[in-house]
């Protein structure tokens, strides 16, 4: 008889398996099969536009013939630059439909920065937004690459037809300046091209589906290699876990009932967190996606979220703690109803306590918290999407299928008893084949332990007496003061206490006498005023001397990835330039 897992115990959410099976098939079986079941209810919405599901495949598999006809197939590259726009879905579908591999590509790079990642992934076609600022910096970036399509899709089939025209007679629908020769437009394509995609056999736990590029030890960035069978399981598993009733007391149900919800498409899909919990995660279920190119729109920034949730009656909504820090402390957050929020899942940074209670009052919402990696596809862990058994300052359980080790920090090959602290290992079949063309990074990247393969991930953590998984922090951002390990996370944990503060970050700064010292940069919530002597004094009285931080910068404004992640890797760059 198997022994169970520290967390398959008691506060394991009712009904959830612990294993999964039926992913080992193509990932764009997802729309397929939603399109066969619901064609006619909408996936896209955008700008008063929507596409049902029978409309979005019948685009990808023109987008697949299309490719197909450029003699595209299975394993080639093809890349994806534009933000979370309708256009989206069908080229991403399309793209697995013809057999190739998607390479989705950050639409805030700078031209420099995309053809590191075209010629790094070998991409042999590309797909960009008609815009001013994408299509300039897209044509800037094909020179030394293997790109020789490229297609550029217009705003204005995204919109109404009355919206279209009237922004087209007004000149209000931005475009390109003009249009290198040999390009093509989508529209065109799509019309020129049949709705028949190629017949290709894919091996599912074999074949990649994407390439994600994630940061590098040596700066430079890299793709993680994940098969259709990675993210496949990911969602199966996610979709088992997030359980979700409108009333107290009534049982709680998956989310994969056709056409009941609503997803707010506001992370990037480019990333693993908003493609499996936005994008795929809407197909899976037959459920209505919101379209948010830009979720800091609006005056004030953000107001654009919560009128997507009052006019799209939202129930499902996924995002980093910073997202959350603004909606909470919205100063029109009184004038919109966003009621209709059922469940809330954060991720790509820690979700301080005090932030979850305060973003619940002010929504009536649940929200969880959970964990993992673009390597994971992404997820690995997730609260119980319960107030029962949910565990607020953990990151919860490995969802079904996936197992979970706290190693040592050396190497990796001895894993470590529960409440330790060490480095967190995972293994599952989410977790990536490999970083493309990379066979240094793979090496240190994966661990053999007890005969499987895990996944040293670079976060520090244990599991509590719970079972549940508590990250203390990054790897990287330990801070040692006079032999003392100090986590970044605990330290912001207790200025997010604070009544004032609004966003906080720590580093560790150089310091002759201990090694290093612990420095704190803060961002007051609106129209508050502070002392950096109040701060200090505010954490004087709630932890140990070593973990006190020796500085305070208050700031306007703390940088930012465009995922709204606090860079703490830019701030420890500022203060060495300074």
């Known amino acids: 008889m198997q022994v169970p897992e520290p967390w398959q115990r008691p506060r394991w959410p009712e009904g959830v398996p612990h294993s999964i099976g039926d992913y080992e098939k193509p990932l764009f079986s997802i729309l397929e099969d939603t399109a066969a079941q619901v064609p006619g209810l909408p996936y896209t919405l955008f700008e008063g536009a929507r596409q049902s599901f029978a409309q979005v495949r019948d685009k990808a598999r023109r987008v697949a013939d299309f490719l197909r006809g450029q003699g595209i197939g299975r394993g080639d590259r093809v890349a994806i630059f534009m933000p979370n726009l309708p256009h989206y879905p069908p080229i991403f579908f399309g793209i697995l439909e013809a057999g190739a591999v998607v390479v989705t590509c ?265 964990y993992g990696l673009t390597e994971t596809a992404p997820i690995a862990t997730l609260q119980p999407t319960n107030e029962r058994d949910r565990k607020l300052g953990t990151v919860g359980f490995p969802i079904p299928g996936t197992r979970l080790k706290i190693v040592d920090t050396r190497d990796g090959s001895r894993e470590l008893l529960p409440g330790q602290d060490g480095e967190v290992a995972i293994s599952g079949p989410q977790v990536m084949k490999g970083y493309w063309n990379r066979p240094e990074e793979n090496n240190a990247a994966f661990q053999t332990l007890d005969g499987e393969r895990y996944l040293l991930t670079g976060d520090i953590g244990h599991i509590d007496e719970d079972g549940f998984l508590v990250i203390t922090d990054r790897k990287k951002d330990l801070i040692l003061v006079g032999g003392f390990n100090v986590y970044p996370r605990e330290v912001e944990e207790v200025l997010f206490q604070h009544p004032k503060v609004a966003q906080a970050a720590v580093i560790g700064l150089p310091d002759p006498r201990s090694g290093e010292s612990v420095k704190a940069f803060v961002q007051l919530k609106p129209g508050q005023r502070a002392t950096e002597q109040e701060i200090l004094d505010f954490c004087r009285q709630r932890m140990a001397g070593y973990k006190r931080p020796r500085q305070v910068e208050i700031r306007s404004s703390l940088p930012t990835s465009d995922v709204g992640k606090v860079l703490r890797r830019k701030l420890r760059e500022e203060e060495s330039a300074g």
């Open 106 to 370: 950050n639409p805030l790079y700078k031209a420099e920065e995309l053809r590191f990642q075209l010629r790094d992934s070998g991409a042999r076609a590309l797909f960009v937004l008609d815009h001013p600022q994408f299509y300039p910096t897209a044509v800037s970036a094909l020179e030394g690459t293997d790109v020789q399509t490229v297609v550029a899709c217009g705003l204005a089939s995204c919109l109404p037809r009355w919206k279209a025209l009237v922004g087209r007679l007004l000149g209000k629908i931005p475009r390109a300046p003009r249009r290198s020769a040999g390009h093509l437009d989508l529209d065109r394509v799509l019309a020129r091209a049949r709705p028949r995609p190629p017949s290709v056999r894919l091996e599912p736990k074999e074949d990649l589906a994407m390439l994600v590029y994630t940061g590098g030890t040596t700066g430079q960035p890299k793709g993680a290699g994940l098969t259709h069978a990675n993210y496949m399981a990911d969602l199966v598993s996610a979709m088992q876990w997030i359980r979700v009733s409108e009333m107290e007391g009534i049982a709680a149900e998956t989310l994969d009932k056709k056409g009941v919800h609503c997803f707010l498409g506001l992370l990037p899909w480019y990333h693993s967190f908003g493609m499996t919990l936005c994008l795929l995660g809407a197909c899976y279920t037959g459920s209505r996606l919101v379209c948010v190119p830009d979720p800091r729109a609006g005056n004030p920034p953000f107001t654009v979220l919560l009128e997507a949730i009052q006019r799209h009656r939202v129930t499902v909504m996924v995002a980093v703690p910073t997202i959350y820090v603004a909606m909470a402390d919205h100063p029109l957050l009184h004038r919109f109803d966003i009621s209709s929020l059922l469940a809330c899942g954060s991720g790509g940074a820690p979700l301080p306590v005090e932030l979850a209670r305060r973003f619940e009052a002010a929504s009536g919402a649940l929200l969880f918290e959970g």
